[in-house]
Protein backbone atom coordinates (compact mmCIF):
# COMPACT_ATOMS: atom_id res chain seq x y z
CA UNK A 1 0.00 0.00 0.00
CA UNK A 2 1.86 3.25 -1.40
CA UNK A 3 0.99 6.53 1.16
CA UNK A 4 2.40 8.75 -0.88
CA UNK A 5 5.69 9.93 1.51
CA UNK A 6 8.95 8.73 0.22
CA UNK A 7 10.76 5.46 1.79
CA UNK A 8 13.55 5.71 3.95
CA UNK A 9 15.74 4.94 1.03
CA UNK A 10 14.91 7.37 -1.44
CA UNK A 11 15.17 9.89 1.68
CA UNK A 12 19.18 8.64 1.81
CA UNK A 13 19.62 8.50 -1.26
CA UNK A 14 18.38 12.21 -1.83
CA UNK A 15 20.85 13.31 0.96
CA UNK A 16 23.95 11.93 -0.68
CA UNK A 17 26.96 12.72 -1.11
CA UNK A 18 28.14 13.18 3.03
CA UNK A 19 29.01 10.90 5.55
CA UNK A 20 26.70 9.01 7.58
CA UNK A 21 25.86 12.06 10.04
CA UNK A 22 25.11 14.62 7.45
CA UNK A 23 23.48 12.45 4.99
CA UNK A 24 21.35 11.61 8.33
CA UNK A 25 20.17 15.28 8.86
CA UNK A 26 19.89 16.16 5.43
CA UNK A 27 17.47 13.11 4.97
CA UNK A 28 15.60 13.39 8.34
CA UNK A 29 15.91 10.21 9.62
CA UNK A 30 18.19 8.97 12.68
CA UNK A 31 22.03 8.20 11.68
CA UNK A 32 21.60 4.52 12.79
CA UNK A 33 18.70 4.29 9.91
CA UNK A 34 21.31 6.17 7.53
CA UNK A 35 24.43 4.10 8.57
CA UNK A 36 21.87 0.40 7.72
CA UNK A 37 20.68 1.73 4.85
CA UNK A 38 24.18 3.21 2.98
CA UNK A 39 25.78 -0.23 4.17
CA UNK A 40 22.59 -1.87 2.25
CA UNK A 41 23.03 0.59 -0.73
CA UNK A 42 27.04 0.33 -0.70
CA UNK A 43 26.46 -3.68 -0.73
CA UNK A 44 24.00 -3.27 -3.76
CA UNK A 45 26.38 -1.12 -5.68
CA UNK A 46 24.30 2.03 -5.76
CA UNK A 47 26.92 4.40 -3.76
CA UNK A 48 30.98 4.07 -2.81
CA UNK A 49 33.10 5.46 -0.38
CA UNK A 50 34.91 7.94 -2.18
CA UNK A 51 37.01 8.69 0.20
CA UNK A 52 38.03 8.79 4.15
CA UNK A 53 37.48 11.86 6.20
CA UNK A 54 40.09 11.69 9.08
CA UNK A 55 38.66 12.67 12.95
CA UNK A 56 39.50 12.28 16.08
CA UNK A 57 38.07 8.74 16.87
CA UNK A 58 39.14 7.51 13.26
CA UNK A 59 38.41 7.75 9.92
CA UNK A 60 34.79 8.10 8.57
CA UNK A 61 33.48 6.94 5.15
CA UNK A 62 32.30 9.41 2.39
CA UNK A 63 29.38 8.17 0.52
CA UNK A 64 28.69 9.26 -3.21
CA UNK A 65 26.14 7.97 -5.68
CA UNK A 66 27.36 5.51 -7.89
CA UNK A 67 27.30 6.73 -11.90
CA UNK A 68 29.25 4.33 -13.29
CA UNK A 69 30.86 0.84 -12.44
CA UNK A 70 34.61 1.54 -12.75
CA UNK A 71 33.49 3.35 -9.07
CA UNK A 72 35.37 1.79 -6.32
CA UNK A 73 35.30 1.76 -2.37
CA UNK A 74 38.40 3.98 -1.22
CA UNK A 75 40.69 1.85 0.76
CA UNK A 76 40.49 2.16 4.23
CA UNK A 77 43.62 3.87 5.94
CA UNK A 78 45.49 1.99 8.18
CA UNK A 79 45.38 3.12 11.95
CA UNK A 80 48.58 4.97 13.25
CA UNK A 81 51.09 2.76 15.53
CA UNK A 82 52.40 3.72 18.51
CA UNK A 83 55.50 4.45 17.18
CA UNK A 84 53.84 7.20 14.69
CA UNK A 85 51.57 8.49 17.78
CA UNK A 86 54.94 8.90 19.67
CA UNK A 87 56.90 10.93 16.47
CA UNK A 88 54.22 12.86 16.11
CA UNK A 89 53.57 14.23 19.81
CA UNK A 90 57.81 14.45 19.51
CA UNK A 91 57.17 16.70 16.44
CA UNK A 92 54.59 19.00 17.97
CA UNK A 93 56.31 19.24 21.06
CA UNK A 94 60.05 18.97 20.82
CA UNK A 95 61.90 19.17 24.20
CA UNK A 96 58.61 18.04 25.80
CA UNK A 97 59.84 14.72 26.52
CA UNK A 98 63.28 15.01 28.23
CA UNK A 99 61.56 17.92 30.46
CA UNK A 100 59.25 15.08 31.52
CA UNK A 101 61.99 12.44 31.77
CA UNK A 102 63.42 15.30 34.52
CA UNK A 103 60.51 16.05 36.05
CA UNK A 104 60.29 12.05 37.14
CA UNK A 105 63.53 11.75 37.99
CA UNK A 106 63.76 14.44 40.58
CA UNK A 107 60.17 13.31 41.84
CA UNK A 108 62.01 10.09 42.11
CA UNK A 109 64.91 11.29 43.86
CA UNK A 110 62.58 13.28 46.55
CA UNK A 111 60.41 10.29 47.01
CA UNK A 112 63.96 8.38 48.08
CA UNK A 113 64.47 10.93 50.32
CA UNK A 114 61.47 11.21 52.10
CA UNK A 115 61.69 7.17 52.70
CA UNK A 116 65.25 7.34 53.53
CA UNK A 117 64.46 10.28 56.18
CA UNK A 118 61.27 8.51 57.64
CA UNK A 119 62.67 5.33 57.93
CA UNK A 120 66.30 6.35 59.41
CA UNK A 121 65.24 6.18 62.93
CA UNK A 122 64.03 2.32 62.38
CA UNK A 123 67.33 1.05 60.63
CA UNK A 124 70.11 3.16 62.51
CA UNK A 125 69.11 1.55 65.90
CA UNK A 126 69.29 -2.63 65.96
CA UNK A 127 68.63 -4.53 69.21
CA UNK A 128 69.72 -7.67 69.80
CA UNK A 129 67.10 -10.05 71.33
CA UNK A 130 69.20 -13.37 71.98
Known sequence: MKTGRPSVRNKVLAGLPGNINLVAKRAGVSPSSAGKWLGILNAEHVVYISRWLPRKNGPVAFYRLRVKESSVDAPKPQPMTDADYQQRYNERHPGRRSE?????????????????TLFAPLLSVSKQYY
Do not use: D, H, T, V
Open 100 to 116: IRQRYESNLRAKKQRIK
